[in-house]
């Protein structure tokens, strides 16, 4: 049964501590609905209303639109392992980017990884949790080192011109603002 919570607890920050993947969800007012796929050690509880990653060049920037014009965001992380559970958070998101005043104070809470483009922080207005016995068992076996390669063969030029050509625009025409908040 699904239950719901104004917070997390610590028991749900440990379940997210302990995931090794999480989905984002967005929608723009009209349009396609994102839902994409997030790793690499990236994601961090700030505390039991607040939640933030570090997001990294890909090939849309279909989160950061979507959250300039409606803040509209799902976190789901799903256990892959013998105890099942979904946790969804649901919020109001936020794009953080260096020119902000708050970048570095947020930003001291990752590693530097190659790649980076900006902070996404979500402010949870609810939290639900559902059985996920459905979900299949998997093992861990290792991140992938494909886009963090790729980051670091491009160069900090290389992934300033891949900005440029493939991330000012969501894939509905919507402003990315990736250009202006540098």
């Known amino acids: 049964m699904a239950k719901f919570y104004t917070q997390l607890d610590d028991r749900l920050r440990q379940f997210i501590e302990e ?8 929608a723009p007012n009209s349009g396609r ?5 997030k790793g690499i050690n990236t994601f961090r509880c700030l505390d039991a209303k607040t939640v933030a990653y570090l997001d990294l060049t890909g090939s849309g920037n279909e989160t950061a639109a979507h959250l300039y014009e409606n803040e ?8 892959f392992t013998e105890k099942p559970l979904i946790l969804r958070l649901y919020g109001k998101g936020q794009v953080m980017s260096p020119k902000d005043v708050e970048w570095s104070q947020f930003y001291n809470l990752f590693d530097s990884l190659p790649g980076e483009r900006q902070i996404i922080v979500l402010n949870i207005d609810s939290v639900q949790t559902s059985c996920g016995y459905g979900v ?27 900005w440029q050509q493939k991330n000012q625009t969501s894939i509905d025409g919507l402003p990315t603002r990736i250009l202006e908040n540098r």
């Open 19 to 26: 995931q090794k993947v999480f989905f984002t969800a967005t």
């Open 72 to 79: 509209r965001m799902t976190i789901m992380f799903c256990s």
């Open 136 to 162: 299949p068992i998997f093992e861990f076996k290792e991140e992938r080192q494909t886009l963090k390669e790729w980051a670091i063969k491009k160069g900090e030029q290389g992934i300033f011109d891949y």
């Open 33 to 37: 609905i994102n839902l994409s796929p």
